[in-house]
């Protein structure tokens, strides 16, 4: 009887070390979502309550009163949704072209040195070395 007890013991230990180490990790990379896409699903999920709003009146489940309504702020909350979306790619572009016009126009050099003690890798704007701190040919000029 106590081996069993033992036993239990031991598999519902392992089970809670084991369980949230094996189990399937929501979030990191894989989870992003673009926000571009997303919104642009979401518009479309609009425009599907819209057709299927519009079904209803054709069957007539809907009112024609109710279906006006209705379909008002469905057009209206698909069009709050382009504006975002648009907004968003028009922040994108002018991103991406700040980026490239940075790296086109250049900055500081930041190829790789090497250290003259260790032999670890360092940059122009190290003063000393990061590995064994060793002042650095550069920086014995400015100093």
């Given at each position: 009887?106590?081996?069993?007890?033992?036993?239990?013991l031991?598999?519902?230990?392992l089970?809670?070390?084991g369980?949230?180490l094996?189990r399937?990790?929501?979030?990191?990379?894989?989870?992003?979502t673009?926000?571009?896409?997303?919104?642009?699903?979401?518009?479309?999920?609009?425009?599907?309550?819209?057709?299927?709003?519009?079904n209803?009146?054709?069957?007539?489940?809907?009112?024609?009163?109710?279906?006006?309504?209705?379909?008002?702020?469905?057009?209206?909350?698909?069009?709050?949704?382009l504006?975002r979306?648009?907004?968003?790619?028009?922040?994108?572009?002018?991103?991406?072209?700040?980026?490239?016009s940075?790296?086109?126009?250049?900055?500081?050099?930041?190829e790789?040195?090497?250290?003259?003690?260790?032999?670890?890798?360092?940059t122009?704007?190290?003063?000393?070395c990061?590995s064994c701190?060793?002042?650095?040919s550069?920086?014995?000029?400015?100093?």
């Amino acid at each position: 009887m106590a081996w069993a007890i033992g036993l239990a013991l031991a598999v519902l230990c392992l089970w809670a070390v084991g369980h949230p180490l094996l189990r399937k990790r929501s979030g990191g990379l894989s989870a992003y979502t673009d926000p571009i896409s997303e919104l642009a699903q979401q518009r479309q999920a609009i425009y599907q309550e819209a057709r299927t709003l519009h079904n209803d009146y054709v069957l007539g489940d809907v009112l024609l009163a109710d279906y006006q309504k209705r379909l008002q702020e469905y057009r209206l909350q698909a069009a709050r949704l382009l504006y975002r979306q648009e907004r968003l790619q028009e922040l994108d572009q002018r991103l991406e072209a700040e980026i490239q016009s940075r790296r086109s126009a250049g900055g500081p050099n930041l190829e790789a040195q090497r250290c003259h003690e260790c032999g670890s890798s360092t940059t122009d704007s190290m003063k000393q070395c990061s590995s064994c701190g060793a002042l650095l040919s550069g920086a014995a000029k400015d100093g």
